[in-house]
């Protein structure tokens, strides 16, 4: 398994985008190794026993006894210095007492030498682990998976009985995807029913979602300036500024609505007046998110990898809906009711007061 991992970190080094590639687990290191010789054990009459309790009173300390002090108590440990414990030496002289009574050193008991071993074994779901980790600078994170899950493939020759798991932020990358592709979908039908409720109508419910577009233009563009990937946060900073671009829209599109009752004005007129008069609500409202999103944009501390692409999103998707919506919602509703009838306005007598002519309308 460290074989094909150094294998696979010497791949993820050559690709564009890795930073500080490493295996998470160090490398082999000298480990004491100790071997009993039975037979030679045996034949000074000495259990083995009793020689694993000797090395684990030199090596680890062995508790003999206890001292009170009043109602206090204390272990006594015995144990070597630690000069010692780290001396091959000085454990081979160790001196284990025989049946006898003759001391016999350890050395004549034991096999004792340095052997190279793993200094840690990590597992997963009870299998055994190595991991090869690396940041990801200047590309997104699924891009980065996929051209080294087909290098792996094509160069690395993973036996039988093994795997490799993409983790990480990739992992919490693709469980929030499937789940954004519902909440998204889900979000827009929402507010789409929610506006028909409000209109009565499709026309207008469609015509109020194209605020929708402003805003998906704007988040994408603000990404791409500030030269950030998609990322969970990204996505949600795209559901965030959903139903903040559709208030502009239900803004615009109601006080039309509302304005061309009894209005002796012309359809092109009440548009445009309406448009300005509502631009300064949204203004208000849009600069006020904006401004208070910006800290979390060009913030740099704990948690700021988080806070910028969520508060980037935001701001660039308010930012177009503040110039687009007042500027091409207004239009469009102009063109869909310039051939509708609408209600005409009514005098102090109760009688209807004719409709001006548009300039172009013949007679």
């Known amino acids: 398994m460290r074989a094909k991992a150094d294998s696979i970190a010497i791949l993820v080094k050559g690709m564009n985008g890795a930073v500080s590639v490493n295996i998470e687990q160090e490398g082999p290191q000298d480990q004491l190794a100790i071997k009993i010789n ?16 000797m090395i684990e009173a030199a090596v680890g300390g062995k508790v003999i006894g206890s001292i009170y002090d009043e109602a206090k108590r204390y272990d006594i440990v015995v144990r070597f210095t630690p000069e010692s414990r780290g001396s091959i030496d000085a454990i081979r002289l160790l001196q284990v007492p025989s049946a006898t009574g003759a001391l ?5 008991l034991a096999d004792i030498r340095y052997v190279q071993g793993q200094t840690n074994i990590y597992r997963i779901n009870g299998k055994r682990m190595v991991t090869v980790r690396t940041n990801i600078r200047g590309r997104d994170q699924g891009g980065f998976v996929k051209e080294i899950s087909e290098k792996v493939s094509q160069h690395v020759k993973i036996p039988e009985g093994y795997s490799v798991i993409y983790g990480g932020q990739y992992e919490n990358l693709e469980r929030a995807g499937g789940q954004l592709l519902i909440s998204i979908p889900l979000t827009i039908v929402v507010v789409f029913l929610f506006l028909f409720m409000l209109y009565g109508n499709v026309r207008d419910t469609l015509l109020t979602l194209t605020c929708l577009l402003f805003a998906l233009g704007g988040g994408i563009g603000a990404l791409l300036l500030r030269g950030y990937n998609f990322n969970v946060s990204a996505g949600v900073g795209f559901v965030s500024i959903f139903g903040i671009s559709v208030m502009a829209g239900v803004l615009l599109v109601s006080a039309l609505n509302r304005n061309l009752i009894n209005n002796p004005k012309s359809l092109k007129e009440i548009t445009i007046e309406t448009a300005q ?3 300064r609500a949204i203004m208000a409202i849009m600069v006020v998110a904006i401004i208070g999103l910006v800290p979390a944009a060009i913030s740099s501390g704990i948690g700021s990898d988080v806070q910028r692409p969520l508060a980037t999103v935001i701001i660039g998707g308010l930012t177009t809906t503040l110039f687009f919506a007042p500027l091409i919602i207004p239009p469009l509703f102009y063109l869909i ?4 009838p609408r209600p005409t306005p009514l005098d102090s007598t109760g009688h209807h007061i004719p409709e001006p002519i548009e300039e172009g309308t013949e007679m």
């Open 277 to 279: 008069e509502q631009f």
């Open 337 to 340: 009711n310039r051939r509708r």
């Open 104 to 108: 016999v050193p350890m050395s004549e």
């Open 38 to 53: 039975r037979p030679a054990a045996a034949r000074y009459g000495i259990n083995v026993s009793e020689i694993e309790n």
